[in-house]
């Protein structure tokens, strides 16, 4: 069975793949391309947001617990000024960055933090906002390579943490499912896999152990399957890819409910 990704893999994860975004806008013909996954968006705003971030989630995993996020972070959030020259727009996100990788350090995994998943399965902690930031900040590093015209694959350990990262912090909730129950079976081309459970209880994920084959009781369970590289199902969560560019079995049209579902309390 797998283990979740250590504390400074994340930390060196968050710091490689802002790395990474930062090397594609240095490289784009101008700050100015459109980012085709985010509609609305230039490179220029994909990095705004990507540092305002940083320098948000420091000033949260630096706050300590809390029932909601630091005024003074709201704040500097909504009012950011961000340089529009590229060097010192690159050097701003490295510094954003860094803020964040510091705090996050400091604090050490088990700090508990204000967070917007209270009733998700991921912790309110230092190492679950770790853990999502790397997710976010290699979402948006694709987002970045498919605007210079050379996406790439998420790297593979990026990828694999993020298929239950998700399905942990953004599915998992007590509001019941206002469906008929059934699963959703997420299956890596790597070799791990996800059972994602809703009915009345609200949505649970459990890892799938590699050894364990199908049986004629989760052919009744499981509403629907989906197939792909780790990267792959990370990206259809992210919504940057559509179904249809993964191996779908059983009903795919549970898929589209499970998208549309918006659980009243996270």
């Not at 990507?50 to 909504?78: C, H, K, M, S």
Request: hydrophobic share 45%; aromatic share 8%.
């Amino acid at each position: 069975m797998q283990n979740t990704m250590d504390f400074p893999d994340l930390l060196r994860l968050i710091d490689e793949r802002s790395g990474a975004l930062r090397a594609v806008v240095a490289a784009a013909p101008s700050l100015d391309v459109q980012v085709p996954t985010c509609p609305g968006w230039t490179l220029f705003d994909l990095v705004k947001h990507l540092g305002g971030g940083d320098r948000f989630w420091a000033a949260i995993v630096g706050a300590g617990p809390a029932d909601a996020p630091p005024a003074e972070a709201t704040a500097a959030r909504a009012a950011l000024e961000v340089p529009r020259e590229r060097e010192a727009l690159l050097a701003w996100l490295a510094a954003s960055t860094q803020l964040l990788v510091s705090a996050l350090r400091e604090a050490g995994p088990e700090s508990g933090c204000w967070t917007w998943w209270p009733a998700s399965q991921s912790p309110q902690t230092a190492g679950g906002t770790a853990r999502h930031r790397v997710q976010e900040t290699a979402v948006h590093t694709y987002d970045a390579q498919l605007a210079g015209g050379a996406s790439q694959p998420l790297p593979v350990e990026v990828a694999l943490d993020g298929v239950e990262e998700f399905l942990f912090t953004v599915c998992a909730t007590p509001s019941a499912w206002p469906h008929k129950p059934t699963a959703f079976d997420f299956h890596a081309a790597e070799g791990r896999s996800w059972r994602l459970t809703v009915d009345g209880n609200g949505a649970r994920v459990t890892r799938i152990p590699a050894d364990t084959a199908a049986t004629d009781e989760d052919s009744g369970v499981v509403g629907a399957s989906v197939h792909g590289t780790a990267s792959e199902l990370v990206l259809y969560l992210y919504d940057r890819i559509p179904a249809a560019s993964l191996h779908v079995d059983g009903d795919a049209g549970l898929l589209d409910l499970l998208r549309a579902w918006e659980p009243e309390e996270k």
